[in-house]
């Protein structure tokens, strides 16, 4: 029974919590009074929080059960609890941690769901049979986008079974330390986004030819991967513009192309076939988050995300600062202890990135954040982690590795939308699950992404946008139990080759590699 939206309604996260966020669209008026009595002492917009009690100055203010603040004054009950009253708390120390001591309930094998994909050489199964154009250096860009429009336009409707020509482009190649320690982030973050399931194992080059990252040092031969049956290593195709061959921009372009098409008669032979879900591979990240991306969205994807896990599946969680406040939560629900020190370790790592810049964790909430509710990166934090669901933790992935397991993972990526989405791309993902209550066009060429909203009003608005409306939790019309099996099975419907808004559109954000070493 959906919930009567005149009703003034609140929704508290634990029991123990004095404070709760308004549910209503468009907030309530001062004098608003809830079925418990309480009163609103002030117009509190919608998602934000409210005073359920005297909070005098200097107590914890507290959501999800966690202190996500302290008052820096006294605060009413019926209070609109803004981020100028709320004092951001210290981060978790990363000493003394529980480590793997929680182990999840038994979850029975989830047996039976299949979706059609596309089987590669090397074991893995792409949801989509994409020709990428990997490019060494940025200064190839403009000639791989002319030539990926004239293979599109010209090439590409002669092969039914290619869905798509991919050029991936980056800011990244020359003009950088490349043999500072940090810069085998972003090499192998673009040698592993060309390595993805969705490309059918087909490696294009475009070079440049005075670049700093050649196309050796991407692809040196001991990590070329096994593309035939009889396990001989094949070489990536590499187009050098540079070369003394090329007179003048349109034969680039002729050599791309014909390179091209070689590769598209290859890809045009794969068929879909049956393929069991344990071949999923799914990235899960929010953006433009609210207060009710932890509330309806993301515990949806927690338990499609538990699902996934019992079909064998891979899920990958993301973004440090924002879950480096739950890092306890974290550690906890490790496998092993090797791996709560792997997810420590990545901690640290940024923390240490974040000093050098400057800034802490406090630098992440956007003001979109803010005025969708949420105070600061703590309680962003508790609604984010959410998205990993409720199974045990099985693997750590640096930024830009490669995927060599299945379970839930943990990849630690910056929470920026685009590198986080970059770096789950080339890590192996075969599908993406991007939550968002302020909302965002977001979207990638290489892989799908089904998009959840977490509000129904911007299910509303955003009604060719959003794949899947999560507010529904709020307003009473479904459980979280029910969004979850059903963003399940349009993850086997979107593997299987349905289109997301994203694609139905063609929305691609640029590729952005992640890269803390210098530029020189």
């Given at each position: ?211 700093k990252l050649q196309p050796t040092r991407l692809f040196p031969k001991s990590i070329i991967p096994i593309q035939t049956q009889t396990q001989e290593q094949a070489e990536p195709d ?283």
């Amino acid at each position: 029974m959906a919930a009567d939206t005149q009703t003034p309604l609140f929704i508290r996260m634990h029991e123990r919590d004095n404070v709760a966020i308004v549910v209503n669209d468009g907030g309530l008026p001062a004098g608003t009074q809830f079925q418990n009595g309480l009163t609103l002492l002030e117009a509190v917009p919608q998602g934000h929080k409210v005073a359920l009690i005297d909070i005098a100055k200097g107590d914890a203010i507290t959501r999800y059960n966690v202190t996500i603040g302290y008052a820096l004054a006294g605060i009413a009950a019926g209070s609109w609890i803004q981020e100028a009253l709320v004092q951001l708390p210290p981060a978790r120390e990363l000493q003394n941690l529980p480590i793997a001591n929680r182990k999840p309930p038994e979850m029975p094998a989830l047996e039976g769901y299949t979706f059609q994909g596309f089987r590669n050489p090397d074991g893995s199964v792409g949801t989509r049979n994409i020709l990428a154009i990997t490019t060494t250096v940025q200064c190839v860009a403009g000639v791989v986008e002319y030539a990926v429009k004239r293979i599109k336009e010209e090439l590409l409707p002669k092969f039914s079974n290619v869905d798509d020509v991919v050029g991936l482009e980056h800011t990244y190649g020359c003009g950088v330390a490349i043999d500072a320690p940090d810069a085998m982030i972003p090499i192998r973050t673009v040698r592993n986004i060309s390595l993805n399931p969705n490309f059918g194992g087909q490696t294009m080059v475009v070079s440049l030819g005075c670049e700093k990252l050649q196309p050796t040092r991407l692809f040196p031969k001991s990590i070329i991967p096994i593309q035939t049956q009889t396990q001989e290593q094949a070489e990536p195709d590499v187009v050098c513009l540079q070369d003394a061959g090329h007179i003048g921009f349109q034969s680039m372009i002729t050599s791309i192309m014909q390179t091209a098409e070689k590769h598209l008669i290859k890809l045009n032979q794969r068929q879909r076939e049956t393929c069991p879900a344990s071949e999923l591979v799914v990235g899960v990240q929010c953006g433009g988050s609210d207060a009710f991306s932890g509330v309806t969205a993301n515990p949806a994807v927690g338990y499609a995300t538990d699902l996934l896990v019992r079909a064998g599946a891979t899920v990958m969680f993301s973004e440090v600062t924002e879950v480096r406040d739950g890092i306890d939560q974290l550690t906890s629900r490790a496998a092993t202890p090797e791996i709560a020190e792997a997810m420590i370790r990545e901690m640290d790592w940024y923390d240490q990135y974040l000093k050098r810049g400057g800034v802490d964790r406090s630098a992440n909430t956007t003001p979109g954040n803010k005025k969708g509710g949420l105070s600061n990166i703590v309680e962003k934090a508790m609604g984010s982690i959410v998205k990993s669901g409720s199974a045990a933790i099985s693997g750590v992935l640096s930024p830009g590795e490669k995927l060599t397991q299945k379970g839930l993972i943990y990849a630690a990526t910056p929470a920026s939308d685009f590198i986080c989405g970059t770096l789950q791309t080339a890590a192996g993902m075969n599908l993406h699950i991007f939550t968002t209550g302020r909302g965002t066009p977001y979207g990638l060429a290489a892989v799908p992404v089904i998009k959840v909203a977490t509000r129904n009003d911007l299910a509303r608005r955003w009604h060719d946008l959003m794949d899947i409306n999560a507010g529904r939790i709020a307003s009473g019309e479904a459980t979280i139990e029910e969004l979850g099996w059903e963003l399940f099975h349009f993850m086997l419907e979107v593997a299987s080759g349905k289109k997301t808004w994203a694609e139905y559109w063609k929305l691609h954000n640029a590729l952005v590699l992640f890269n803390p070493a210098p530029i020189t």
